[in-house]
């Protein structure tokens, strides 16, 4: 069926029964400002109330994940043929569930795009106040519509994830449930600023994501494989009127260093999240898609919270068959009453991860574990090693912050060793100028001393920790910090003095991973990304892939190279403790 969009009044909208679904196109629902969504609905033939799955977001509800994210879709047939069993995947959008999938078991599918993108008009300002009040209308729509149940969760991966925090926080009433998949939580910490560097995610992601799909790309878009309708809206506008009619969310990132409001409205309130919880994280999603579901699940004011870690790329868990139907076990729970059997879910589900893309399931009862042995291993400037003996040797050492750094290494383990949990590393540092951006690498290196490294969110072959500080962003929060996750305030910077050391306190993203005897650990300190010499060369995709994805950190605006391209010194001795805190996870 193609739609004509010159035929439908902004009243109406356009309704099929097509394989096995009565699918109602381009909902109008209207804000409390007059401003009119546009939402698809894809519920049950047969007559009823049903629970709502929704998702609300920029990407454009009508685009085709095939089309527009070939390099994924390959990745996610290759890595899970069984995604394509059971669905025609011709509705199948990106980082949102599979309608075919989920309204024969019982679930109306609510699509909307949100105001400034897709077929929703409006000023386009991601995760902003407006746009997630927008969000709680919507939801309420939902909960009052003739075929709803009144019960309305929330599913979605990465940006339909971050706005399920942010939503939640308001307490709409006919919310119930929420799956937040790979989503952070803090916008500053987590996303567009580690550790106060700015990250140039933001200004890729707006380009290859979002500015294609904004309300007005019209016919310079993708189409509907299903509707025959331009997925951006039927007008097409030059570029000055879309550029006035959206936040530039790169020039923003540079223009807030510090975080501040522009931050603090786009991030959750987590302790205000009190409905059921379902928070799935990644292993290897440093850069976006682990610390916010790992604090949020811990500081959640909910009562009935569930976490689950993983490893893999972004997407492939969340589609194929194991992620579904955990997915549905937790929805057909609290938004059907069903027996799925999920009242013997563990609190905390762990995908222990080893060498070989190995993962092991494990149930725990909190996180960070109880039973965490936290050890301190002793960086010796001597031996370049880590040990658990301290060192008072009295030393410096120096790099150039725009090679390779420096590694200290356990050398071959004697016995396995797990570290589960999170990570922090302490040491002194100075520059040769007024500040200092410090990456901090952990990797593992099999017997031979070759590097392992495994497949991540938006990377293939990712290192098994990272952790960033702006050296001027070194102010400590005392009552959010903790030994193993120190908490910046990021609300000053305090200025090096060339040659002069200063203490730092990192936070390295959590991680798991069992080391076998013969393996090495490593910690690499240094003034740049880390990153492998040769691209991954894979097919089609939208950014090169070197060890981090798309979570590089090199715009000049915030990088000058007279402030960080010098040389750094780490200090060592009795008044320089150096040291990297791991979870030791005893054996059982």
């Known amino acids: 069926m193609t739609l004509d969009a010159d035929e439908k009044p902004i009243g109406q909208y356009a309704s099929e029964v097509r394989d096995g679904m009565h699918i109602d196109w381009d909902v109008p629902i209207e804000m409390d ?314 609190p905390v589900e762990l995908n222990v991860r080893y060498p070989g893309e190995k993962f092991i399931k494990r149930a725990e009862t909190e996180w960070p574990l109880a039973r965490t042995e936290w050890t301190k291993f002793h960086l010796d400037p001597d031996t370049m090693s880590l040990g658990v003996e301290p060192t008072e040797t009295e030393a410096t050492l120096d790099y150039d912050t725009t090679g390779e750094g420096l590694l200290f290494s356990t050398g071959p383990l004697k016995k396995e060793m797990e570290i589960t949990g999170p990570i922090a590393a302490r040491f002194s540092v100075s520059s040769a100028t007024t500040d200092a951006d410090l990456f901090l690498v952990l990797r593992l290196f099999d017997s031979d001393g070759r590097e392992v490294t495994f497949v991540g969110s938006n990377d293939p072959r990712v290192p098994i920790g990272l952790g960033w500080l702006r050296a001027s962003h070194r102010k400590l929060d005392a009552e959010l910090s903790t030994p193993w996750r120190p908490w910046h305030s990021h609300d000053e910077a305090w200025p090096l003095t060339p040659q002069e050391p200063v203490e730092l306190e990192v936070e390295i993203i959590p991680t798991s991973i069992v080391i076998p005897v013969g393996y090495s650990l490593a910690l690499m300190i240094r003034g740049r990304d880390f990153e492998h010499p040769d691209d991954a060369a894979i097919p089609d995709a939208p950014y090169p892939m070197r060890g981090v994805g798309p979570f590089y950190h090199s715009v000049p605006a915030d990088r000058p190279p007279e402030v960080f391209e010098t040389t750094n010194t780490l200090h060592f001795g009795r008044d320089h403790p150096a040291y990297l805190l791991l979870p030791v996870i005893p054996a059982t």
């Open 33 to 346: 400002d007059g401003n009119v969504l546009r939402a698809d609905v894809y519920r049950p033939i047969a007559g009823g109330r049903y629970p709502v799955i929704m998702s609300h977001g920029p990407y454009g509800k009508g685009l085709a994940v095939q089309e527009a994210y070939k390099s994924a879709w390959t990745r996610i047939i290759k890595g899970a043929p069984n995604v394509l069993e059971g669905s025609s995947n011709v509705y199948q959008s990106w980082e949102v569930v599979d309608p075919e999938k989920w309204v024969p078991e019982g679930y109306a599918v609510v699509r909307v795009d949100s105001r400034g993108a897709g077929r929703s008009p409006g000023y386009l300002d991601p995760y902003s106040k407006r746009e997630i009040r927008d969000f709680y209308n919507c939801i309420e729509w939902a909960g009052v519509q003739a075929w709803s149940n009144g019960k309305v969760g929330l599913n979605g991966i990465s940006y339909f994830a971050v706005s399920q925090w942010l939503v939640a926080g308001l307490q709409p009433p006919h919310l119930a449930a929420l799956c937040v998949w790979e989503g952070c939580g803090d916008q500053y910490r987590d996303a567009f600023r580690h550790g106060g560097i700015m990250c140039n995610f933001m200004i890729g992601w707006a380009k290859r994501q979002v500015v294609t799909v904004q309300h007005g790309y019209g016919d310079r878009g993708g189409k509907s494989k299903v509707t025959g309708l331009n997925v951006a809206g039927d007008e097409t506008l030059p570029e000055d009127i879309l550029a006035k009619n959206r936040k530039d969310m790169a020039r923003a990132a540079i223009e807030h260093e510090f975080l501040d409001d522009f931050y603090i409205e786009r991030s959750a309130t987590y302790p205000e999240v009190n409905i059921p919880l379902l928070s799935a994280a990644n292993w290897g999603g440093m850069g976006l898609h682990t610390r916010g579901n790992l604090v949020g699940w811990e500081q959640a004011g909910s009562k009935q919270k569930w976490l689950e870690v993983h490893g893999d790329s972004h997407f492939t868990p969340f589609y194929k068959q194991e992620g579904e139907a955990l997915q549905k076990r937790f929805f057909g729970h609290f938004l059907k009453g069903e027996d799925t059997g999920w009242d013997q879910q563990p």
